[in-house]
């Protein structure tokens, strides 16, 4: 895991890939589940998958960020 993803937690309530602006210049969208509101990154310099997913939420939409844990590990 490179320094960006180390520096942050498995997961990161009400974040969005855009809040962080560290992570979104590693990050490359792999993937995106427009129904499901789920988007799928990997990190360009670890390979570190990602998710961000939108719940609701009350009357809003929120954010979670999280890694995404690998089967070997
Ligand atoms: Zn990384």
Known sequence: MCEVCKKFGDE????????IPELAEVLREVSRDTRNWVTAYRCV?????????????????????KKIKKQEE
């Open 12 to 19: 990161l309530p009400w974040k969005s890939v855009d809040d």
């Open 45 to 65: 310099q670890c390979g570190q998958g990602w998710e961000e997913r939108y719940e609701s939420r009350g009357h809003s939409d929120v954010p979670t960020l």
